[in-house]
């Protein structure tokens, strides 16, 4: 199957099937860690340190849902927010809802591994810090003792 984040998400209309259910098994294998309900709902929950954090990601997520014209249930609580993907037109689900989770899945992973390459990079930027204050402080106590 094609790459679902790479696909644009196309209106749906009424009169258009939802998805079968073997259709809706091979899209979920593309989709991390979301839930089908009744073949016609997608849930994903993701978990935050912090309140703001919970925001800032809705925030980008509703970037996202603007550009593909195609817009997730929200529901957050506090460090947790909840997306519910479905097509309201068709009552079930399509192939936008999956495009829709691929996204939110690509937003997340992508801010997951900025996250793991900061903290890197601010620790050896601390560490630097360190052996250059202990060599200044080397330096000093070689030049005066």
Same mark, same amino acid.
């Given at each position: 199957?094609?790459?679902?984040?790479?696909?644009?998400?196309?209106?749906?209309?009424?009169? /258009?099937?939802?998805?079968?259910? %073997?259709? &809706?098994?091979?899209?979920?294998?593309?989709? #991390?860690?979301?839930?089908?309900?009744? $073949?016609?709902?997608?849930?994903?929950?993701?978990?935050?340190? /912090?309140?703001?954090?919970?925001? %800032?990601? &809705?925030?980008?997520?509703?970037?996202?849902? #603007?550009?593909?014209?195609?817009?997730? $249930?929200?529901?957050?609580?506090?460090?947790?927010?909840?997306?519910?993907?479905?097509?309201?037109?068709?009552?079930?689900?399509?192939?936008?809802?999956?495009?829709?989770?691929?996204?939110?899945?690509?937003?997340?992973?992508?801010?997951?591994?900025?996250?793991?390459?900061?903290?890197?990079?601010?620790?050896?930027?601390?560490?630097?810090?360190?052996?250059?204050?202990?060599?200044?402080?080397?330096?000093?106590?070689?030049?005066?003792?």
């Amino acid at each position: 199957m094609a790459n679902l984040v790479a696909r644009k998400c196309v209106p749906c209309e009424g009169g /258009t099937p939802p998805l079968e259910a %073997d259709k &809706v098994q091979e899209y979920l294998k593309e989709v #991390e860690g979301g839930e089908v309900y009744e $073949d016609k709902l997608i849930k994903k929950t993701f978990k935050f340190k /912090t309140f703001r954090e919970s925001i %800032d990601f &809705v925030n980008r997520v509703a970037n996202v849902a #603007e550009e593909e014209q195609h817009h997730p $249930d929200i529901h957050i609580r506090y460090s947790r927010v909840t997306f519910e993907l479905t097509t309201h037109a068709i009552k079930g689900l399509s192939e936008n809802d999956f495009i829709m989770a691929s996204k939110i899945d690509l937003l997340h992973n992508w801010e997951e591994k900025v996250e793991k390459v900061v903290v890197k990079k601010l620790f050896s930027i601390k560490l630097l810090i360190v052996v250059i204050v202990f060599l200044t402080l080397l330096l000093l106590w070689q030049r005066f003792f």
